[in-house]
């Protein structure tokens, strides 16, 4: 009679349950590491830290690219990514601790470095923001010993059951199972069988597993539910009572306005305005909380609170604002109405020193942004701006308050979430960007974009209206231009100006005839200068080029 074995679990099977192990164990560890940030803060949380650090590596090139393809997506993306990342490892963790438990352990451990490393190394860190990377594997490792724990005992009661039933080639008779039970059995097996005696069955994996799933949600829903409530500045926004601007913006001029259909509204809605910055979490900032510190190279360094700050003079100013990753034709360009102080008489107040050239202004979240000196002093309309279009600033663009300057692109003027005002040198401090090789000044460069015809979009013959929008904040537009395939330029009418900080809209009345037609459009500042036609990419300084498209006129 051949020799009876003990089948084992099939590879595949303990390879896929290992993996379903690690996943859940991991997923219970986030769930802890959510409900311990709702303690501490939500930028604690070790996929926010982890995240951001991803950001702060990633070169120039991918964030550009991420920034065309994904657009105001391109968080959401990375954090998926970062999670699906961490799916994959936590499976494979859980089938090494099938194997050997150490290793896995070892796994769950290295997760937990990570974390740490990427907490304490936040510009902004705070001592206790490593809790949630400590508590996460720490958690993690005891869901995971007690899985595989209990995986261990459902594949020792599956051999039994084995050995007493079925096996490859029949059921075993009952004399082979005599003769099996009457061999001596090496201690190893002994101490098996005396485990299968009490070990529990496959019912208490499934147990096991289901109640750390549960578990799982119920921190994570926790501790974002806590995180809703005790960092929400929502009822704080909504109690801000904006003042009456002792200078208020003067009214759309008759005309700015051309109301052609497929064209941008003049005035972008607060909703739809462009955001592009590097925070995973939208800063969540009460005004009882804010402050914000002038300091540096200055006679007189203050700090003062909202409230303060709304008793101070405001204007009232339309902008125009453009971030520098718009590519040519691209729509991160919004124009708005913004209320706040004017930014340089407040620094001026405080006796700024004349070898001062650089302003470094920091977000609640640790971003540094470096605008020029001289381009806030010059008497342009530079804010710090505490309401957009009527309303307080919303969350996503800077509340309670935030920096805006015409004529520069965001990334070396805009801070939103300012807190802190340093005024410094260039040759002393690299903000953000710069550390990045982005350039140090960078005003933001005429461009003219046209939005209708839709590119490649077929119409029929007869007269249509090329038109758009063209800005070159505080240059202002003078004059845009149109060409048909290769055609001579011709002048488009322009909408009244309002401001040289403010676009204007502008269209070309088109006598279209049958045929595929390339259209061009190129724009002139209001100082005579004629937008270049030489094709650049946003890096390092702002994107140039004519915009053109192709339509068919069927």
Not at 253 to 263: T, Y
Not at 322 to 347: F, I, Q, Y
Not at 357 to 381: F, K, W
Not at 422 to 427: K, R
Request: charge should be positive; charged fraction near 15%.
């Amino acid at each position: 009679m051949p020799k009876i074995r003990l089948p084992r679990i099939g590879i595949p099977v303990r390879g896929i349950t290992g993996a379903l192990c690690g996943i859940i164990a991991t997923a219970f560890a986030l769930g802890v590491a959510e409900l311990v940030a709702a303690l501490i803060r939500p930028q604690a949380s070790p996929v926010i830290t982890v995240g951001q650090s991803v950001i702060d590596a990633t070169p120039t090139p991918v964030k550009e690219w991420a920034i065309a393809h994904f657009g105001f997506n391109d968080k959401l993306v990375l954090q998926s990514g970062i999670l699906v990342i961490l799916a994959v490892f936590a499976a494979i963790v859980g089938v090494i601790a099938v194997r050997r438990l150490l290793f896995g352990v070892i796994g769950v451990a290295i997760f937990g470095v990570v974390g740490i490393a990427a907490a304490a190394s936040r510009p902004v860190a705070q001592l206790l923001d490593v809790l949630p990377a400590i508590a996460a594997p720490a958690a993690g490792a005891i869901a995971l010993v007690v899985l595989v724990r209990a995986l261990h005992r459902a594949d020792l009661v599956s051999k039994t059951a084995t050995l007493a039933g079925d096996t490859e080639f029949g059921t075993a008779s009952s004399d082979n199972v005599a003769k099996a039970s009457k061999q001596p059995q090496p201690e190893s097996e002994q101490s098996e069988h005396r485990e299968l005696r009490s070990s529990p069955s496959r019912r208490s994996l499934l147990i096991a597993g289901s109640v750390f799933a549960g578990a799982a949600i119920a921190t994570e829903s926790v501790g974002r539910w806590l995180q809703g409530v005790l960092y929400n500045a929502r009822a704080s926004r909504e109690a801000v009572k904006l003042p009456v601007p002792v200078d208020p913006a003067p009214p759309i001029p008759a005309g700015a306005d051309l109301k052609l259909s497929g064209v941008t509204s003049y005035v972008t809605p607060n909703s739809t305005f462009y955001k592009v910055d590097t925070t995973l979490v939208v800063p969540q900032v009460r005004t009882q909380d804010w402050q914000l510190r002038i300091h540096g190279m200055v006679n007189e360094p203050i700090t003062f609170s909202f409230d303060e700050l709304l008793k101070l003079p405001m204007i009232e100013r339309m902008i125009t604002m453009t971030c520098v990753s718009n590519e040519v034709g691209d729509r991160l360009v919004g124009n708005a109405t913004w209320l706040g102080v004017a930014l340089g008489p407040l620094l001026k107040q405080r006796g700024i020193s004349r070898k001062a050239d650089q302003l470094v202004c920091r977000s609640v979240d640790g971003m540094t942004i470096g605008a020029p000196l001289a381009a806030i002093m010059d008497g342009r309309d530079a804010l710090l701006a505490v309401g957009m279009n009527g309303e307080p600033l919303p969350f996503n663009h800077g509340f309670p308050a935030r920096v805006v300057v015409p004529g520069l692109y965001g990334y070396c003027s805009a801070c939103k979430w300012v807190v802190d005002m340093e005024a410094t040198t260039f040759n002393a401090y690299d903000a953000y960007w710069v550390q990045r090789d982005w350039a140090k000044v960078a005003p933001i460069k005429t461009s003219a974009r046209i939005e209708t015809p839709q590119p490649l979009s077929s119409q029929g013959p007869g007269r249509i209206n090329v038109g758009g929008v063209a800005w070159a904040q505080h240059h202002g537009i003078s004059k845009v231009e149109v060409k048909i395939d290769e055609g001579p330029w011709q002048q488009a009418e322009l909408g009244t100006a309002m401001s040289k900080d403010v676009w204007r809209q502008w269209v070309y009345r088109w006598d279209a005839t049958p045929g595929f037609h390339r259209i061009t459009a190129r724009a002139t500042d209001g100082n005579g200068q004629l937008q270049t036609a030489d094709r650049a990419k946003p890096f390092p300084n702002g994107s140039s080029g004519w915009h053109n498209i192709v339509v068919t006129i069927e």
